[in-house]
Each structure stands twice: as C-alpha cells, then as structure tokens.
C-alpha cells in the first residue's frame, strides 16, 4: 500500500452507519387487501365525484332488480338485508357522500316498494318501521366505519411508502458518502505530496491548488450529507464538555479558510469568556456552516461578524454580514433541507443550514434568522450554558 493510500485511509477515518437494522425489507411480510382499487383508478374516480354518485345510483338499480326478482322467494324483510350487502360493497370503492345517497335511496325504496302496503310511503306494522329505522341507522354505520377503515388503509399505504423511500434515501446517501470519502482523502493526499515535493512549475502549482479546493469543497459536500443523514436516523448523540471558545472559532475560520478566500472575517468574543460547556465537534460545524453560508451569498469583500457572549445562562453565537439579506418570504423555511433561495448561488447542497439547526436542537439550543437594520443577515444559535469554571491564575 502506498503512502498516499494509506494516508487517505487514515483520512477517511470511520464512519458511522446510518443504515438502519431492517434495511432489507421482507415484501412478503403484507398481504394485499380483499377488494383493491388500483391508484390510478381511484384517483381517477376521486377526480369525477359525479361518476362516484352514478356509480351508487347504479349499484341502487342492480340490487332493487335482484331484490324484485328474488321477493317472492324471500320475502320483503330479507330483501333488506341484500341492500346492506349492497351499501356495505359500494362503501369499499366510494366516498363517504355516495354511499350515503345511496342508503336513502335504499331505506326509503325498501320502505315504498317493499314494505307493506306496497308502493306508498305508509308503513304501518310497528316491526317495519323499526326495522326501516334500524336498517338505515345500521346502514349508516357501517359506510362509515368501511370508509374509515379504508381512509386508514390508505394512509398506512402512504406512510409505508414514505417510510420506504426515507430507509431507501438513506441506505443510499450512506453508500455514496463512504465511497466517496476514500477517493477524495486520496486526491487531497497526493495533490499534497505534490506540492511537498517542491519541484513544480507555476502552473503545476495553480494545479494543485485548485485539485486541493476542489478536494475540500467536494469533502464538505460529503461531509454535509452524512452529517445529513446521521441527523434523518436520530444517530446524534452529543458529548457536552468545557470547551475553549477562542480555540473553537480559530479552528472553525481555519476549516473554511478556502471557501471564505475573499471575505473578512471579524471576531468579537465577550471580555473573560474561556470556557463553555458544549459538544465541540457539532459547534465547531455549526459555525463553519454560518460562515461559509455568509460568504457564499454575499459580495466578495463583504465583512462577515462572527460574535459570541453569555446572556444568563445561555450561550449566544452570532455570524452576521451586510450582504443582500434573506428573502421575507422564505424565513421560514431557511432552515429546511435543501431549500435553497430563488437567487442563490450555483453550488452548494442547501443541507449547511437544516444541519445548523439539527446539531443546535440536539444540544438542547435553538435557532432563529433574521434581516438586520441597514441590510444583511443574522444568525443567532443560543446553547444551554453553564456556569464556567474559574481558572487559576497564571503566575507571572
């Protein structure tokens, strides 16, 4: 193994599997209902709501028909019972509104051409009319829990589906990101070799310089949709521990140095705050993310504030610029997974902010965006904080 190779390995590191335990789902596990409309037919039928009340007033016809062949045989009472069969079948199929029209039209047809005296609304045996009563009110009931049990269907259908397609989005987000780490940490190794090498010409050396942005920019790509998905499988688990802020916002600004090339980067740290209590590693991208979004949608040249203090018992992390600002109509969607501004820059995966406020919600922190007076953005990250140690004095 090279040494490029084997630095790109310890580059790459481990990585966490976001890949949940049922990854490989048996489809044998459901079985398909006992009457099943296809989407594309019930769409269609939901699409015509006239086509579903024709529908009903046809089942209506067939049954009366069946029922007027079938009377002599069984008598008027049993007749009812076929319309139930009927209004139960029809509820599988149609909507709520149909079934009902079509259980008037069979109690009060069941009550006029059925019931005795024959074809007059009056009944007059006490059992018909309570039974006229019963058949409708048992008629009702089951239309509505059968339409029920078919909305619930439905909307298991759709949450599996939903559910599948997420394990599915996320078994191959996690395959693609550890592919690509491996190649990448190679690049990044051996453009590195490259320029220690010290025998370049200039061009050579523009050439590296851009294979090592480059490198780093897809890194970060790659970076995101882990951070991406681990968020999706709830695999965040936050280590709090006293962290030196000063040290923290260094090494953060020298993580995006190249993608902030162009950009001033102004620091202001409240006078005797060392240390904070907090998940180093998810604060540390937290504030390269606000940072690189600032750079990246503002003018070159453009100053970004980077500001942090204690108020009460919270932390306040600001990253501020005076660029074009936020679009008031999309604030409150800054925070989603890749949404991304109508005018926004080509590049870019719109996960940096939804990943911002993941890794702050997972520290017990919260977030909020806003335009600033006189123009430009500004972020504000609050994190639980507690007390900091008092540190001994240093002898002089």
């Not at 090279?2 to 335990?21: H, K």
């Not at 504030?305 to 109509?329: H, K, N, T, Y």
Request: charged share 15%; proline share 6%; aromatic share 8%.
């Amino acid at each position: 193994m090279s040494s490029v190779q084997a630095q790109a390995r310890q580059n790459a590191g481990p990585l966490p599997d976001v890949t949940p335990a049922d990854a490989v789902a048996d489809p044998r596990r459901e079985t398909a209902p006992l009457f099943h409309v296809s989407g594309r037919a019930r769409n269609w039928l939901l699409a015509h709501p006239f086509l579903q009340y024709a529908l009903a007033f046809i089942g209506f016809l067939v049954s009366s028909l069946l029922n007027l062949s079938l009377l002599n045989f069984i008598g008027y009472q049993s007749v009812a019972l076929i319309y139930l069969l009927a209004i139960v079948v029809l509820a599988l199929f149609l909507n709520r509104g149909p079934v009902l029209f079509a259980t008037a039209l069979t109690a009060f047809w069941w009550g006029f051409a059925f019931a005795p005296p024959q074809y007059s609304f009056h009944i007059t045996g006490s059992y018909d009319k309570m039974m006229l009563v019963t058949y409708f009110a048992v008629a009702l009931t089951i239309s509505q829990l059968t339409s029920r049990l078919r909305a619930h269907r439905e909307a298991v259908a759709k949450t599996r589906l939903i559910a599948e397609s997420e394990r599915l989005g996320r078994t191959l987000l996690n395959s693609v990101s550890h592919e690509f780490r491996t190649p990448i940490s190679t690049i990044t190794a051996a453009a590195s070799e490259l320029r220690a090498s010290g025998s370049l010409t200039p061009v050579q050396q523009k050439l590296t310089a851009e294979i090592e942005t480059a490198s780093a920019r897809l890194n970060r790509v790659v970076q995101s949709l882990l951070s991406a998905a681990r968020l999706r499988s709830g695999q965040i688990r936050p280590k709090p521990d006293w962290c030196d802020v000063p040290e923290l916002i260094r090494l953060a600004l020298r993580d995006v140095a190249a993608l902030t090339a162009g950009h001033s980067i102004e620091t202001r740290i409240a006078p005797g705050l060392h240390l904070a209590k907090m998940d180093f590693v998810l604060t540390e991208q937290i504030l390269a993310n606000l940072v690189v979004n600032a750079a990246m949608h503002t003018p070159a040249g453009t100053a970004v504030e980077v500001s942090v203090r204690i108020e009460r018992r919270d932390l306040i992390l600001q990253v501020a610029d005076r660029g074009p600002g936020l679009p008031a109509d999309q604030l409150e969607r800054i925070f989603d997974p890749f949404h991304r501004a109508a005018n926004a820059r080509p590049g870019g995966t719109g996960l940096g902010l939804a990943i911002v406020k993941g890794f702050a919600e997972a520290q017990g922190g919260r977030v909020s965006a806003e335009n600033r007076a006189g123009g430009g953005a500004l972020f504000t990250i609050i994190l639980p904080a507690n007390e900091s140690p008092k540190l001994p004095e240093e002898q002089m």
